[in-house]
């Protein structure tokens, strides 16, 4: 998607250690208008496949998610990661590695909304190794959800994640998947 | 905002230790058209007060915080919890006890991305000890922003958040106040 590749360059820097760093418009400062040009085109590759709810993890992918939601008129369902008080009774549960902070953590989702019957699209801000989806996915599969598909802003190409989502089968639609970063350059994989 | 009350009546639940659970629509699983109309009861209340930024904390808070930016136009930022890679450089940081995770946590927020000239509305989805919202201000001070007003969808009348505010003479607005609760009633605070 063109718009986000040129925000991404103009916008975007290049940190040691192949990070991508985004967070003046889309991770920690975010451009709502932009998330709705993205929603869109979330909204024209996946309306077809009927989704019933959007699904992603905390905490930097619920902004497009929900902005996303709204243009599908669906309900937005975040997977919490950890333990937390305000959860009661049945629980999915999903074991991921978070490269963020080093760490396994366990994402969770209340067994009361999810379930058999819905028609999953998962959206999420980034993806790298996939972990993050992983886990989302495979909480999907335990509440005998459908994965309908998989909408990402930055995909990172460079590493396995959505290398791994496709060869799965899954319909993976990734608005800018970066090739190559260093701090001078930046190159997007040809659509 | 009657709208709020009585949906909390109809789908929220009162666990032990005054748990006010609203999971099925606010801050698990979110019903956006929900947000939407909190959004615009948001900028009755503060488009007087001509924000330039919307200001959450990381998770809950940051769908209610988008649909709101959404509505007024703004950006929305998002405070993170602990330290993340993703963040180079400058941070304001305040420290805060999370009773969710009965510990204590560091908010940050890049300093890159608020500054002297910024009117800050605080938006939340929830108000109890006001241990965020405490930090979140507390952040906006260190950059010589104005907080301009505080948002949030519920309060807790009974814990002391929402009084320190007021006496601190912030212009806060709760959409529903809720002044005592257990497992066969909540009552709400008059409007």
């Known amino acids: 998607m ?7 360059i103009r916008d975007g820097k290049v940190l040691p250690g192949n990070i991508i760093k985004v967070d003046g418009f889309l991770n920690h400062r975010v451009d709502i208008s932009l998330l709705k040009e993205l929603a869109e085109e979330f909204y024209q ?18 902004a497009l998610a929900a902005i996303t939601a709204e243009r599908f008129g669906l309900p937005m369902l975040f997977a919490k990661k950890a333990k937390s008080d305000n959860i009661e009774g049945g629980l999915y549960k999903s074991e991921i590695f978070s490269y963020t902070y080093k760490k396994a953590v366990n994402l969770i989702v209340s067994a009361e909304w999810l379930g058999a019957g819905d028609r999953v699209l998962v959206i999420d801000d980034f993806l790298a190794n996939g972990e993050a989806l992983r886990g989302v996915i495979d909480i999907a599969h335990q509440a005998n959800a459908e994965v309908v598909g998989v909408g990402v802003a930055v995909e990172k190409g460079f ?3 959505g290398q791994k989502l496709r060869d ?6 990734s608005l800018a998947i970066i090739e190559k ?11």
Do not use: C, M
């Open 2 to 8: 063109k718009l986000l590749q040129d925000r991404i």
């Open 181 to 191: 970063a260093d701090e001078n350059n930046i190159v997007f994989r040809e659509e």
């Open 159 to 161: 590493q396995p994640g």
């Open 168 to 173: 799965a089968g899954y319909k993976l639609h």
């Open 45 to 62: 590759t996946f309306a077809d496949d009927k989704p019933t709810v959007i699904l992603t993890v905390e905490a930097s992918g619920i």
